[in-house]
């Protein structure tokens, strides 16, 4: 009973887990043609409807009266490969490959005396994850997140040279979890939230083609509520059927992002450091109104997941008055320790390629491409010290995102 109870406590929570795959693992920061040619090495050199998103402080200086951009992200999520074994068994198995198609939208406004206005909306986060083997369907079947960010901002250009901005953050988080085992219980959960973050920017041009700018997205505790059913058929007592209201919170980390671009004629180089805060995430805490569900899952679990660093680097080079050509790299670096990492999010540090174009069909218009490779390292895990009973290796994984969107000035 013990063993069954620890396992199905992860099946419950792997939904939360899944909530939080927008700071490192599966995030999507790249939410632009622009932002996705450059492996999101676009802050200080945010320039046209997105920067409303990426860097508002950069809203003073875009040209134009008003922007608009909006676009499509195609996502496609290869299968996972895992070979080993859990709690002493084999255990080898795949999981299923997944494709989402992402909306998105920006816009930044006509100036006012020394104001401008913005509006993004995104979805930064997602992942939809499956598995068919009997030791990974006992934790994480499936869990699928759906995320949506509302971003009203505003600038302000203090100096010509010096920018402010900021704004408010309107998180909608969705997410599903199943987990089975066959003669011992099924678990079906689902549950949503709304909150609330904010986010700042400042930018500084020391020179005309040199930008320094600095970003910060706050912390955002999710607190998903919804409902909870299926049946527990071992240990006592056992319920044939259960359907329970329930819970669970988890944060949405801070993220800092420090970036520096300068522009050599006709090209523009742009180096960023990222620094997510993942130390905050501790445990992962739940809760089930039902008391006898909550007295077998309702306990604090171990994440103590780490700070992370990314480094990237993006090159946009204007080929003439009709193509702007860009590519990026990043370097990203994963939270989850050995000792806490599962089959809900089997997650390794990754390194991304990434490319893509700008056409001027003419003065106002515009239309953009960009491909993203993200490609994960493999993680070979051990037991001990990892607290899954995994003992194995993943591979291949990652991530492919491709782009099309089109932009107006008016």
Do not use: C
């Not at 802050?43 to 009266?65: I, R």
């Not at 939208?105 to 206005?117: A, E, L, Q, T």
């Amino acid at each position: 009973m013990k063993q069954t109870t620890f396992l199905m406590r992860a099946a419950v929570t792997s939904m939360a887990a899944a909530t939080v795959v927008m700071a490192s693992a599966y995030k999507i920061p790249e939410q632009s043609t622009r932002s996705m040619a450059l492996s999101a090495a676009y802050v200080a050199g945010a320039d046209s409807a997105d920067a409303s998103y990426f860097n508002p402080a950069n809203m003073s200086w875009v040209e134009g009266n008003a922007l608009l951009e909006a676009g499509l992200t195609y996502i496609h999520l290869p299968e996972v490969e895992y070979r080993g074994s859990v709690a002493g068994v084999p255990a080898d198995d795949n999981s299923k490959t997944e494709d989402f198609l992402l909306p998105y939208f920006h816009y930044v406004s006509p100036k006012v005396d020394n104001w401008r206005f913005g509006l993004s909306l995104v979805e930064p986060g997602g992942l939809s994850k499956k598995w068919n083997g009997t030791a990974q369907k006992m934790k994480a079947e499936e869990f699928t997140l759906a995320v949506i960010e509302l971003n009203p901002t505003v600038s302000y250009a203090v100096t010509p040279e010096f920018s402010i901005g900021g704004g408010v953050r309107l998180i909608y988080s969705d997410g599903k979890v199943k987990a089975y085992l066959q003669d011992a219980y099924a678990e079906n959960m689902t549950g949503d939230t709304i909150e609330f973050g904010y986010n700042l920017a400042l930018s500084y041009k020391p020179q005309p083609e040199t930008t320094l700018s600095v970003t910060y997205r706050s912390n955002v505790d999710l607190d998903l509520e919804g409902s909870s059913s299926g049946f527990i058929a071992v240990g006592s007592p056992q319920l044939p059927y259960y359907d329970t209201p329930g819970g669970v919170s988890v944060p949405l980390p801070a993220t800092l992002a420090l970036a520096a671009a300068h522009t050599f004629g006709k090209t523009r180089v742009e180096l960023v450091y990222e620094r997510t805060y993942w130390s905050k995430y501790e445990k992962l805490d739940f809760h089930f109104d039902d008391d006898t569900v909550d007295a077998i899952f309702g306990n604090p679990i171990d994440k103590d997941w780490s700070d992370t660093n990314t480094f990237r680097i993006g090159i946009t080079h204007r080929l003439d008055e009709k193509w702007t050509l860009m590519a990026g790299y990043a370097y990203d670096e994963s939270p989850i320790p050995e000792k806490t990492l599962g089959f809900e999010l089997p997650d390794a540090d990754a390194h991304i390629f990434s490319l893509g174009a700008i056409m001027q069909v003419n003065e106002d218009f515009e239309a953009g491409f960009s491909l993203l490779y993200d490609s994960k390292d493999e993680r070979t895990v051990h037991t001990p010290p990892n607290e899954n009973g995994i003992d194995g290796t993943f591979k291949k994984g990652g991530a492919i995102l491709t782009n099309i969107s089109l932009g107006y000035r008016f």
